[in-house]
Nanobody
C-alpha cells in the first residue's frame, strides 16, 4: 500500500507561482512512476506531468510545458510540481498519483494510488 498526501495548493494571481508537494509513505519503494493530474470543474481529470523514477525521464502535457517542472526528492520520498507563469485556466484540483510499473505515459486508469488532491486557484 502506498499513501500519497498533497500540499501547497492555494490562491495565486495570474503570472504567479506555486509549488505543490506530494509526500509518499508506506511501500513507496515499490513505486516506479509518479505523476500529477488535474481536474477542473465540469471537466475530466487530465495528465499534467510525470516522472520515471528509474531513469528520471519526465513528461509534460502541452498545456504546461515550459511553465511547470516536476521533480523528486528521493531521500524524502516527496514529489514536487513547480508551477510558474500560472494562468486562470490552470485552476483545478491537482492530484498526485503513483504507479508500480513502467512505462511513463500511460492512461490515467493505469495508476495504482492517488492522493486526495490540492486546490489551485489562479485569479485574473
Amino acid at each position: 500500500q502506498v499513501r500519497l498526501a498533497e500540499s501547497g495548493g492555494g490562491l495565486v494571481q495570474a503570472g504567479g507561482s506555486l509549488r505543490l508537494s506530494c509526500a509518499a509513505s508506506g511501500s513507496a519503494f515499490s513505486v516506479r512512476v509518479m505523476g500529477w493530474f488535474r481536474q477542473a470543474p465540469g471537466k475530466e481529470r487530465e495528465f499534467v506531468s510525470g516522472i520515471n523514477l528509474i531513469t528520471e525521464s519526465t513528461l509534460y502535457s502541452d498545456a504546461v510545458k515550459g511553465r511547470f517542472t516536476i521533480s523528486r526528492d528521493n531521500a524524502e520520498n516527496t514529489l514536487y510540481l513547480q508551477m510558474d507563469s500560472l494562468k486562470t485556466e490552470d485552476t483545478a484540483v491537482y492530484y498526485c498519483a503513483a504507479r508500480l510499473d513502467l512505462p511513463l505515459g500511460v492512461p490515467i486508469k493505469e495508476y495504482d494510488y492517488w492522493g486526495e488532491g490540492a486546490q489551485v486557484t489562479v485569479s485574473s
